[in-house]
């Protein structure tokens, strides 16, 4: 049982991860901590009472979920978080070199918006091509940023993306941002990942098993939390891989 946030629990995972013990027995968790520190808990259903929890963990049922592994031995409840800015630290508290780090990274990275092609012949995954679960958001007239995306200071990076060996990014169009999240309540359990790419003028989605990420260097969050900078990193989808206790009620499909 894990008395604690979000983090207790995703350190608790990674650690039976490594001692190849994941899955033997359910987990059971009561939440503790700022609203913000059990995202991951509510999302998982599990009751935000300490009482209720207690509760679920004597008498629940164990529901089996999804998990997010990285090559380097991490775990991620939830999503993983790209950003050509860097990783944002909690609180607002300086991130040290970690963090000078990726916005040093990131700012030689950035670079001016190139125009965008859409249709077929776009790319290797175009809107029509072969990646029949990829799916082109609309791009702009001018393929020049607006003022407003200026203004917010966003940052571009060149990364080169691929899921389940299609490309999505390639490190000659710049990317903004990289959303990768466990699909929760009755989607949970697919072994599937939720994909978004955005970059200048486009919008990608794509689901699939294992997404791999590469680049200069660039940090990432994982449930929140900053880790990195790295060069490349691979996240793949264990289906099913462990089980949370929860109440009863919201096992019963």
Same mark, same amino acid.
């Given at each position: 049982m894990v008395i604690g946030s979000d983090l207790a629990l995703q350190r608790v995972l990674q650690a039976l991860y490594r001692q190849r013990e994941l899955g033997a027995d359910p987990v059971g968790l009561v939440p503790v901590g700022r609203p913000e520190e059990l995202a991951a808990a509510?999302?998982?259903?599990?009751?935000g009472a300490p009482v209720a929890a207690a509760r679920a963990v004597l008498t629940g049922t164990a529901r089996k979920l999804d998990l997010l592994v990285d090559d380097g031995g991490g775990v991620a409840l939830g999503g993983v978080r790209i950003s050509g800015g860097g990783? %944002? %630290?909690?609180?607002g508290r300086p991130g040290g070199w970690r963090s000078l780090w990726a916005?040093? &990274?990131?700012?030689?990275? &950035?670079?001016?918006?190139?125009?965008d092609r859409t249709g077929p012949g776009a790319g290797p995954d175009g809107a029509d091509g072969p990646g029949g679960s990829v799916r082109t958001g609309r791009t702009g007239t001018t393929g020049r940023p607006e003022r407003g995306e200026s203004a917010r200071g966003e940052h571009s990076a060149r990364l080169r993306v691929e899921a389940d060996g299609r490309l999505l990014a390639d490190v000659h169009r710049p990317v903004r941002v990289v959303q990768?999240?466990?699909?929760?309540?009755?989607? &949970?359990?697919?072994?599937?990942m939720e994909i978004v790419v955005r970059a200048p003028g486009a919008l990608l989605r794509a689901r699939a098993a294992s997404i791999s990420v590469a680049g200069r260097g660039f940090g990432y969050e994982a449930d929140g939390r900053p880790v990195g900078p790295v060069r490349a990193r691979t996240w793949t989808v264990h289906a099913g891989c462990w089980g949370l206790l929860l109440p009863v009620t919201q096992d019963a499909d």
């Open positions: 509510r999302a998982l259903g599990v009751p990783t %944002r %630290r909690p609180g916005k040093l &990274a990131a700012a030689e990275q &950035a670079t001016v918006l190139v125009p990768v999240t466990l699909p929760s309540g009755a989607a &949970a359990g697919e072994g599937v």
